[in-house]
């Protein structure tokens, strides 16, 4: 059962404008490619933004209020960590390499906030906020950051190589495409050993032209794996734009060659993101099959901390900042009655603690012992 309906009804919706730049439910008449932010593109985002507003009221009342407000607290965190991050990264606080989530929440909240405790996680370099969403205390990551003693991997992983296995945090990877091969042999494992546990394997668009995908996604059909593959699709590679880069647009078309269930998700909708991950948590755990769901989203901020951006204008990133999934999913909220103004101030500042709170333990926290230095250490 490769196509799941769904897919082909968002695809019909979205297949006009499936060309790389575009989120999806993009307005046909859309001339978003030349990056103006005019107003018949403040009036195309307040148009998408009316429609998943329509479609979050109705899966606002099949949720639980209590849900969604530790869905929006999820993303205030880590929208407000990822802030600090920068800020304390340029006043040299972090050093090496640091790629933020900035703008992609809803895809890390939407789909790891349906899992059950005991599923596990594999991602890669940006992997602050999944990290957190797994169960690693905001404490432990940013001490990762920092290098320090007191960081999830003593200090020596840095940002690109978050991990808990206790947890089922599985990394935290820096080579492009890599961990869809052990986010494979992870689900293999969980379905030998006889478990129902599901594997949510996460990677960017660029990493689909390595070979790992394709061999990765043949073997988990093959053997009828429970993983959900999940494209964070920002249509960018570095400073290169997956138009420069694929020679087919469509990720999500891919697993059909390999016969896998896939779905094409907006992921400025927090709501949409969590709504099409239960699909495929419960082929996967119901049935052991797998699922590719490319999940259409944008980095509000550069590739690393020393990208120069010289590869989109300011204007297509304000373009995608008028979809802000956090500021989308607020007001749907409000609308609902699920917060009032108390509520998301309250909101705002249980994540700012939380976020002192790490910085403060991170600052505190003491550098690797020495002795350290060839533990852990496998080349
Ligand atoms: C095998 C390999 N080739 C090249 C690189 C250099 N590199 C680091 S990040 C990156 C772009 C990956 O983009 P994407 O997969 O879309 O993820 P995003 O950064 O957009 O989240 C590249 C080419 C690498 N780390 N590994
Ligand atoms: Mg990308």
């Not at 890390?108 to 005991?118: A, K």
């Not at 052990?182 to 969980?190: E, L, Q």
């Not at 394709?214 to 794996?225: F, G, R, T, V």
Request: charged share 25%.
């Amino acid at each position: 059962m490769p196509k799941t309906a769904t897919r082909q009804k968002t695809e019909t919706k979205t297949n006009k404008n499936s060309t790389n730049g575009a989120a999806s439910r993009t307005i046909s008449k859309a001339k978003s490619d030349n990056g103006a932010t005019d107003n018949v593109n403040r009036q195309e985002a307040q148009a998408e933004n009316v429609s998943r507003k329509k479609s979050q009221k109705d899966l606002i009342k099949q949720t639980k209020p209590e849900l969604l407000r530790e869905m929006l607290y999820q993303m205030v965190l880590g929208r407000f960590f990822e802030q600090k991050c920068a800020e304390v990264y340029r006043i040299g606080k972090i050093g090496g390499f640091c790629h933020l989530y900035i703008g992609q929440e809803a895809v890390g909240i939407g789909t790891m906030m349906v899992l059950r405790e005991d599923d596990l996680v594999i991602t890669a370099y940006r992997d602050h906020v999944q990290a957190m969403v797994k169960g690693i205390p905001p404490e432990e990551v940013m001490a990762e950051l920092y290098g320090r003693a007191g960081g999830c991997v003593g200090g020596k992983g840095g940002s690109m190589h978050m991990f808990d296995a206790a947890r089922g945090f599985f990394g935290g990877h820096g080579i492009v495409g890599g961990q869809i091969g052990v986010g494979t042999g992870m689900a293999y494992a969980m379905k030998y050993q006889g478990t129902d546990k599901v594997t949510l394997c996460f990677f960017g668009e660029a990493a689909v032209n390595q070979g790992m995908f394709h061999e990765s996604l043949n073997m988990a059909q093959l053997w009828k794996l429970p993983v959900i593959y999940i494209c964070e699709n920002n249509q960018y590679g570095m400073g290169t734009s997956q138009k420069r880069a694929m020679s087919i647009s469509s990720v999500a078309k891919k697993a059909d060659a390999y016969g896998i269930a896939n779905e094409f998700v907006d992921g400025m909708d927090v709501l949409a993101v969590r709504e099409a991950t239960q699909r495929a948590i419960d082929r996967a755990r119901k049935e052991s099959l797998p699922t590719l769901l490319e999940i259409r989203c944008y980095r509000f901020m550069g590739h690393s901390m020393s990208d120069p951006g010289k590869y989109r204008t300011s204007d297509e990133i304000k373009k995608y900042q008028e979809r802000d999934p956090i500021v989308l999913f607020r007001s749907s909220l409000t609308d609902a009655k699920i917060i009032s103004v108390k509520d998301y101030a309250e909101i705002e500042e249980r994540a700012k603690k939380a976020v002192e709170k790490a910085l403060k333990f991170a600052d505190e926290s003491p550098l690797p012992d020495e002795k350290e230095l060839f533990t852990d250490v496998f080349a």
